[in-house]
Every structure is written in C-alpha cells, then in structure tokens.
C-alpha cells in the first residue's frame, strides 16, 4: 500500500511534512464503488496542523459517517496541534453515533506529549458518554 492509497479499510492521511509551507495535505478519494468499510485503519503522516484540519477535516468526519471502530496510527506525525487534537475529538463524536469507538494504536513522540498533556483518555470518554445520551 502506498501512501495517499485508500482500500476497503485503510486509509492514509498525508498532513504537511514538516514546516513546509507550500505543502498541502491529502486524503485520498472515495471511490463510490467501494464497499462501506465499518472498520477503518486511519494511519496520519506528517505534521497535522490548524490548516491542515481545515484542508481535509470536513471531507474525512464526512467518510467516518458510517465507521464503527477506527485504529488511529500517530506514529509518523511530527507535529500534532490542538486543532490535529480537535480532529480527533470530532473524528470520535462522530463515530460515537454508531456506536462506535477511534483507539490511537500508535504515536510519535511529538504525538504522544500532546495527547498526554491534552488527556485523550478523559476526553475521548466525555465524548462518547455525551454522544450516547
């Protein structure tokens, strides 16, 4: 699979490597004759910043509309901003209306501190104990 690919159920995310500002963030198309996929690996490479979110946030919580569990791999993003936290926040709202659940199976050092200092753990659970009500 190659970066930018999308199958039945994995998905790449190319944010903007580095702090190179010419660069535009990808998330590939959906094909309309692939089957729906309830189950998603999301794997997010590069630095995932404020324009970045706005770039492909809206198209990406659009495909998430019908995932039940995402696998979020974080290991190859240098840079994660609150608004890369806030995609993910959103990203589990909306699967939490399925019932559903986003897991980050892996991340980065650079990840990892912002996810710590913003505790997903707490927040991804006040997320899907509002979406059930």
Same mark, same amino acid.
Request: hydrophobic share 45%; net charge negative.
């Given at each position: 699979m190659? *970066?930018?690919?999308? &199958? ?10 580095? &702090?190179d500002?010419?660069?535009? *963030? ?8 692939? *089957?729906?996929?309830?189950? !998603?690996?999301l ?19 659009d495909h998430? +509309?019908?995932?039940?569990?995402v696998?979020?791999d974080?290991?190859? !993003? ?8 806030? +995609?993910?926040?959103?990203l %589990? ?10 897991? !980050? ?7 990892? %501190?912002i ?8 927040v991804?659970?006040a !997320? ?6």
């Open positions: 190659t *970066p930018g690919a999308w &199958d039945d159920h994995r998905i790449f995310l190319i944010a903007t490597a580095g &702090d500002s010419s660069a535009a *963030p990808m998330l590939p198309s959906y094909r309309a004759t692939e *089957p729906e996929c309830r189950d !998603v690996d794997y997010v490479v590069g630095a995932l910043r404020e324009r970045d979110c706005s770039a492909v946030g809206a198209e990406l919580l998430a +509309l019908t995932w039940r569990r696998n979020v974080l290991s190859e !993003v240098s840079r994660l901003s609150a608004a890369g936290f806030g +995609l993910l926040v959103e %589990q709202r909306t699967v939490a209306r399925n019932d559903g659940e986003v897991n !980050v199976v892996a991340a980065s050092p650079a990840a990892a %501190q996810m710590d200092v913003l505790n997903w753990s707490e991804r659970e !997320v899907v104990e509002a979406a059930v009500r």
